[in-house]
């Protein structure tokens, strides 16, 4: 299951980003790491041409969106 965070759905909607989009990301990304907090950072180019990067928490089990550029 994919949770999102109040702050990974205002930037979403503040950069016309999609679930849908997120989701490819998630599951269609180029390179991974992890951030300064562990958390892993995904970035995928999607079939639009976008680019995208997706921050997702590690600390729990079910997938939990941080924030998306």
Do not use: W
């Not at 702050?7 to 950069?15: E, K, S, V």
């Not at 990301?25 to 995208?52: F, V």
């Amino acid at each position: 299951m994919i949770y999102y965070t109040q702050h990974a759905q205002d930037r979403m909607r503040q950069r016309g980003i999609t679930k849908k989009e997120v989701e490819y990301c998630l599951k269609n990304y180029h390179t991974s790491y992890p951030d300064r907090k562990g958390n892993l950072i995904y970035k995928t180019n999607l079939p639009s041409g976008k680019c995208l990067k997706v921050v997702v928490s590690t600390d729990i089990t079910d997938i939990r969106v941080i924030t998306v550029a």
